[in-house]
């Protein structure tokens, strides 16, 4: 640990400089899970774990962070009463930060701050309304892309077929592994979603001509790119604390190949990610650590587009310091 080393910021990193190019959003969200508990601590246990992640990244080949200001804002501050108004106040909590002068990362949370944040992306300037052009690669072991659970059209296996609804142009899974009916037929049949299922990633005797076939695809991207990793998409191994940890999934390795492969895409602009279902543990720091390597791979892969001149700075910085947005759209939408 640095002399340096700022308690409650990401890495521990001082914050250098008035104009943002990094902001870490924590998301201490958590009304739908179904299994686990604890979601809510995650964002802080993964900022906490992040004090032990070495800084420099081998593929950046600098120490975060490497010039930049990473700043670490104030956590959403869980207010709203009703679901509706929880995912209202996140949307609006996160859209200052989407206008396109710094990049998001988010931690969350139950999977279930998707559908917010993908409202709050749209008005991002490589969007400009029209969710159609933003591409969301998704790991994860459910696909997520239930009718409803429990009644709940909002709920965390919903996270992705609201992100569709709410006009998502593509959709690219990996890690999926735990899925309904509904959800299979809505793979096969709906021409926005690629799914590469773990059983076939993971397989010992074709797995790795399937995963060349991922990171081709990741590779062949184009236009603005969200990142959503479910941490349940790595190995239950990997991830014990998370909501629902399941086996059978991504090795650590291929969690970072993915979000290398991503970030390198020579036609496409990564323009946030999100970490969500962190759950701390304590006795074994294991699953919030995972979280925190994962972000700090993020972010070196992100800065190293940025030199390699992908990505647009053409939005004027807007500081530190922003209001958050009022909006009553899903309040709108579950009336
Ligand atoms: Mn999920």
Redesign the pocket.
């Known amino acids: 640990m640095s002399e340096d080393y700022v308690e409650g910021n990401f890495l521990g990193l001082p914050e250098q400089g008035e104009n943002v190019d990094v902001v870490v959003l924590q998301l201490p969200y958590e009304l739908t899970t179904s299994y686990g508990q604890g979601t809510a601590l995650g964002p802080a246990a993964c900022i906490a774990a992040s004090g032990q992640v070495e800084l420099f990244d081998s593929k950046l080949g600098h120490d975060l962070p490497s010039g930049a200001c990473i700043f670490t804002a104030p956590e959403w501050n869980g207010e709203g009463g009703s679901l509706a108004e929880q995912l209202d106040n996140i949307s609006g909590y996160l859209q200052p930060w989407f206008a396109g002068d710094c990049f998001p990362l988010v931690l969350g949370g139950e999977?279930g701050i998707l559908p917010p944040l993908v409202h709050a992306a749209q008005n991002h300037p490589l969007i400009e309304g029209d969710l159609g052009r933003l591409t969301i690669v998704?790991i994860?072991?459910?696909a997520?892309l239930r009718c409803e659970l429990n009644g709940e059209s909002y709920s965390?296996?919903c996270?992705?077929s609201r992100s569709l609804d709410l006009g998502v142009g593509r959709l690219l899974q990996v890690g999926i592994r735990a899925y309904a009916k509904e959800e299979a037929e809505m793979i096969q049949t709906d021409e926005r979603i690629t799914t590469f299922f773990a059983r076939e990633t993971q397989s010992s005797i074709h797995g790795a001509t399937t995963w060349t076939k991922w990171l081709d695809t990741l590779q062949n991207l184009t236009g603005p790119v969200h990142l959503t990793i479910?941490l349940?998409g790595l190995d239950g191994s990997l991830v014990p604390a998370t909501g629902t940890p399941v086996p059978g999934g991504l090795t650590f390795w291929q969690a970072i190949e993915t979000i290398e492969a991503v970030f390198s895409a020579p036609n496409a602009v990564v323009i946030s990610v999100d970490i969500?279902?962190i759950a701390p543990q304590e006795n074994t720091p294991l699953t919030q650590f995972t979280a925190a390597m994962l972000a700090a791979k993020a972010l070196a892969v992100h800065l190293k587009a940025r030199n390699e001149g992908r990505w647009i700075t053409n939005a004027q910085p807007a500081g530190r310091s922003r209001e958050a947005i009022q909006t009553t759209f899903f309040k709108q939408q579950l009336s």
Do not use: F, G
Request: proline share 0%; aromatic share 0%; no cysteine.
């Open positions: 999977h998704q994860d072991a459910h997520d965390h296996a996270a992705a479910d349940d969500n279902e």
